[in-house]
């Protein structure tokens, strides 16, 4: 099982428990590949935050 299917099960498995049932599996996954996109996004601008940071004269 690859970590975005598990992600997606432990997805499906919290929402549930909070009373959300109406999303399909692949609505899951959708979500899941859209927070792993974003998480990408954020460390690469914090990335380039860190080294423009670093090269900026105190």
Same mark, same amino acid.
């Given at each position: 099982?690859?970590?975005?299917?598990?992600?997606?099960?432990?997805?499906?498995?919290?929402?549930?428990?909070?009373?959300?049932? $109406? !999303?399909?599996?692949?609505?899951?996954? &959708?979500?899941? *590949?859209?927070?792993?996109?974003?998480?990408?996004?954020?460390?690469? $601008? !914090?990335?380039?935050?860190?080294?423009? &940071?670093?090269? *900026?004269?105190?």
């Amino acid at each position: 099982m690859s970590v975005k299917a598990m992600m997606a099960t432990i997805l499906q498995d919290q929402m549930t428990l909070r009373g959300v049932s $109406s !999303l399909s599996p692949s609505d899951y996954e &959708d979500i899941v *590949e859209v927070l792993i996109e974003r998480l990408r996004e954020l460390e690469l $601008s !914090l990335a380039v935050r860190e080294l423009t &940071d670093k090269h *900026e004269p105190q």
